[in-house]
């Protein structure tokens, strides 16, 4: 296994494309979510999230409300400040966030339990149904939180809270007789040990870790015992994958297909991604790499979404990949960015930073309204708003972003992942650096005695083009490692204006030389509109392309091509004959895609429903394509990615 | 209005394609179902059925078992073995179906009252849930039976007892001060009260019928004001059709689309028309004439299913005809079949029988395995088998038929259908015949002081002629109007074997002449294989044809393709590629229809899922159809009507 390091952390991001998305998220994103976890949204369901840690400190009356996970909401909006305050410091926020932590400290329990579900309604019941009531997945983004919020602020508190929480759950849960031989129903805490074992260097939090990775599955199965000793309702007992809905259907290291709920799997494979590489472990290693390839090559949508199916928001079977009815939760196309960066780590290969920027670009930055307010939960390829209103089959599918959520995991988790995107960027494997994904920014390191920092300027993905100027004090003996996209099959680097030659090796073109302060190495992507199709056997695309343009998927929307987008066809348009214009002012900025395409008309149906005798009539029409990730930025309209020719 | 006159009973199928089906559904359905309705089938879902019946006689003990309208499925097996008496005479038979009725003659109450739920789990809850158990529903099929019985045999016990039924609803519901201002939550007793019209001439029978009809979505509305009286769930409540589910959110008078629950909308709307005829009530016809348009014009498979979504059995919106998540239900096809008859009573127009012929020939009729002995609920257009197991949304629909199903409303459905299929073919309107279906055998009918037999030979729908001769023991003097079918482009008429002009009006060419003794009237239709296409407002159609040849849409199989049926495609195949060929062993006998078509291939993709650099990539591949009626006869497999070109 030879990965892409260490991510090299403290880089910045401060120009350009994710520039101006982090700034909503951390602008507008984190004051409005403050808000929804203290229902004061007007219009949108309350969340009664910091509602239930301050009954459970006992400073407020009333009742549990809520998901049974709903202190998760305040653990990934915690880390998410956390990773604002990194490169957006604010006094006023960092004491808001200061009073969250202490409402939840408080809440904690004196042996370290901390899920206010159970505080409030009673410690009896806890530990009872480790597969349904998410103690372990709400203790796991408190983890997340608290190693975020550490490493950001310095401050221990919930840093401190979450480690006797640990020792609670190592206490009560592992292999040991006498323990619990439990692990998650809804996995989470697993990247989330490994995380606070990066931090701790405690070999307990590893364990753990590895534990709820290997016991998973295993003979007997724990939520069947557990179901039967205390009378649990067993959900899925009527569906297609069983336990496996918990992923625990069979042992993890035997499973190879990607099944069950898409989120959880895709929190799982990235924790165990994360155990394989500390312990090395390369039967396990291949277990995530089988796990990866079923995902991405076989259940994935072109924008990165996961989980074709609405029912138990899960995946179904190979190349099944619907557009209409699918799932493609916000949540999982973030999970499958965790999984993707996890990977990369432990093994250098293009594929991996592929589908990362493949899933950031489009499934998962779908996930979000322009203006950082609005969230979807389920993000389509194919919309017909009366649909999503008569048809019981497409009514988890809005054409609209919702102001919030009764169960509100997706939006925390999308601006948790955009604040934190400096950490995708860069790795470090000695004098090996990496750039994975282009965004303007800089990031530093130590080489030798001397410190280099590295400039980015790019103006990806709407541009091919990025140059690195190296600063440094003194010459630089390092490798720069640069991804070239999957997508891309033309490039040049030059270094210093001068064309040098390099292949690219598992994706990444390297120059290894001793670099002078103001060095440029520049990349230059031919970024042409693609005409992109899928596999064959993907059914529901058989015969249809999607247009792409670098990492960006695009779409067409009724505000741009009119209703009935199913008529629009592309005919012989070829990507050269696409034109493309930045529009600074259209959906955020974005670079629009216009073509000469035609439209099937209904001339000389009437009110004919079937006939062998009218032809095939269409008329020229001209084609606008926006980004997938800003559809539904404009009312409720329309929308389809893929197209007929 | 200017209908097609009265139905000409006593016509014969002795031979043919029809003769076939019936053959089997008399000789192997309705014993079939019969051990069925016992409970003596291996394998299959118990009905219960009879058992409730002597139950409720005090022939037996325990309680009531299955569907709150379990009765109906005794009805309609009734009706069935009523109509086969009239042409397939057993006196075995005969005696079962005579102790089957003295069952449910002796399970009726003295106040005549006679659903059997109610009389094993008490009557105090009788007439309090309308809406939803299905009282009326019971009394209409039980109706149906009695008339049937009655016209076949003569016998009066089921009569009888039934006239004591109504006599008891009538006193019970009806809009006068101290009955209850209901109507079925479950229409056909309309349609049933109708034909019990037709049989006693008493107005009381046409009044109900009528009160059904009109009374039904009145304001303030009356299962509104059930549920409240008597805290009945609302299960619809989050629908998107509400109270029209029940065909009762709005006054029958104002409905314009056809919506809710398929099945009642078709019986609904049956009963409408009968008595908009009987009453010369050309407001009436005219909603009837709105929402048959809606049906047919809009929401219509082309294989004659109506009902596209699972939820609800229900209607979605215009043009919204998925065909892997269809409903299709076997009883909505046959309840199209009954509007179908019933609007050409109404009105001469060549649309109605050609809606009746599409159904029967598919929708309705592959409702039945070719042996008689299994069943369809759903009936799709394109089934892919895993996902009818992986994919939630498609798992209502089977790639196989049943042996028998816990609701079993759609198996005696088709077989009464069929059972009683002579009486679709010829009606009577004076000196005027028509004849809207072609199937070989013969009618017989009264002309001034003469009798006329008019003998039909054809090999429809195999092949495009059929010829007419006339027996008469005197000159006859009338017309003879036969259908040209919509989907027949060329046809020619002659008589005695010389062409005569004539114009298609309405759907109907006609000869009036005096006809002589061994007068021979022939239609010669041209049946080429069409490539049938959708209004192109049908999205899942888009870009796709549905090969069709004379009356039947025929589908291609992977027991003739091979799998992965979505990537066959027709390329540049027209209607006068195809080849057909009689096969008398295959699929019970059938034309099967071939051409050269393409197969793309997943050559060069290996495990990629997406890319802009393959081509599409073709070979030639012999594509191989057979009439949709006849798919899954032979073993599980994909199935697809629409194809690309």
């Known amino acids: 296994m030879a990965g892409c390091g260490e991510t090299l952390y403290g880089a910045k991001i401060d120009r350009g494309f994710w520039s101006a998305f982090r700034e909503t998220a951390v602008r507008e994103g984190i004051p409005y979510q403050w808000r929804a976890l203290n229902d004061e949204i007007e219009g ?22 809520g998901c049974v996970f709903q202190d998760s909401d305040a653990a990934k909006w915690l880390e998410a400040v956390a990773y604002s305050l990194r490169w957006h410091p604010d006094p006023a926020l960092e004491a808001v966030a200061d009073g969250a932590i202490q409402d939840v400290v408080d809440a904690q329990r004196p042996d370290g339990y901390m899920d206010t579900y159970y505080i409030v309604n009673g410690l009896d019941g806890r530990w009872t149904n480790l597969k349904d009531n998410h103690e372990l997945y709400v203790a796991g983004h408190m983890i997340e939180a608290a190693v ?51 931090v701790t260097g405690d070999e307990k939090h590893l ?19 557990e179901d039967r000793k205390n009378g649990n309702a067993f959900y899925w007992k009527d569906s297609p994958f069983l336990y496996q809905y918990y992923q625990a259907g069979i042992p993890f290291m035997e499973q190879a297909d990607a099944e ?97 920027e493949r899933a950031l670009y489009n499934g998962a930055l779908s996930g979000m309204q322009l203006d950082g307010k609005r969230f979807f939960y389920v993000n389509p390829l194919e919309v017909q708003p009366i649909a999503c209103e008569k048809d019981a089959h497409k009514r988890h599918v809005k054409p609209e972003r919702q102001r919030w959520f009764g169960c509100a995991c997706c939006p925390p ?17 000695g004098d090996d650096i990496y750039v994975h994904l282009y965004a303007g920014g800089s990031v530093e ?4 005695e001397g410190r280099v920092t590295l400039v980015t300027q790019t103006n990806y993905p709407w541009e091919g083009d990025a140059a690195f ?66 596999n064959p056997r993907v059914r529901e695309d058989a015969g249809k392309v999607a247009v792409c343009r670098g990492p960006l998927v695009y779409c067409l929307e009724d505000a741009d091509n009119g209703k009935d987008l199913h008529l629009a066809r592309l005919g012989d348009a070829k990507g050269e004959d696409f034109e493309i214009e930045w529009l600074p002012d259209k959906l955020g900025g974005i670079v629009e895609v216009r073509t000469d395409g035609l439209r099937e008309t209904d001339a000389g149906w009437g009110d004919a429903l079937y006939s062998a005798a009218l032809p095939v009539r269409t008329e020229p029409a001209k084609l606008t394509f926006v980004p997938y990730y800003s559809w539904a930025n404009r009312g409720v309209g329309e929308m389809c990615v893929w197209m007929r020719r």
């Open 44 to 65: 949108a369901e309350p969340s009664h999230c910091m509602h239930n840690f301050r009954v459970a400190a006992g400073r407020e009356q009333g009742g549990f409300e």
């Open 207 to 225: 364990r753990l870790a590895e534990y709820f990775v290997r016991q998973r599955g295993a003979a007997p199965l724990y939520f069947e015992e």
């Open 445 to 448: 390191f130590a080489l030798g």
């Open 469 to 534: 100027t190296v600063r440094t004090d003194r010459p630089a003996p390092f490798a720069l490692h640069l991804r070239v996209p999957g997508w891309c099959a033309r490039w040049q680097l030059s270094v210093n204006g001068e064309a040098v030659e390099a292949d690219a090796v598992d994706g990444y073109a390297c120059v290894r030389r001793v670099w002078e302060d103001g060095d440029q190495l520049a990349l230059s992507m031919d970024m042409p509109v693609r005409l992109v199709r899928a």
């Open 260 to 356: 069950g709920h898409a989120v959880r799997a895709m929190y799982l494979y990235s924790g165990a991604a994360d155990v394989a590489r500390a312990r090395g472990d390369a039967a396990l290693a291949d277990v995530c790499r089988r796990l990866w390839q079923s995902t991405v090559r076989r259940r994935m949508y072109v924008t990165g979404a996961v989980g074709s199916s609405e029912y138990g928001e899960s995946f179904t079977f190979d190349y099944d990949l619907p557009n209409d009815t699918v799932y493609g939760e916000t949540c999982a196309a973030v999970g499958l960015v965790f999984f993707a960066r996890r990977m990369l780590a432990l093994e250098k290969k293009g594929e991996y930073a592929d589908v990362m």
């Open 413 to 429: 988790n999308i601006i948790r992942l955009l604040a934190s995107l400096e950490d995708y960027l860069y790795t470090r494997d």
């Open 148 to 198: 975020a919020y550490f490493q950001a602020t310095g401050k221990r508190a919930l840093l401190d809270a979450v480690l006797r929480l640990v020792d609670h759950i190592d206490g009560v849960i592992g292999p040991e007789d006498g323990k619990l031989h439990g692990y998650p129903g809804h996995p989470v805490i697993e990247m989330a040990l490994m995380r606070l074992y990066g």
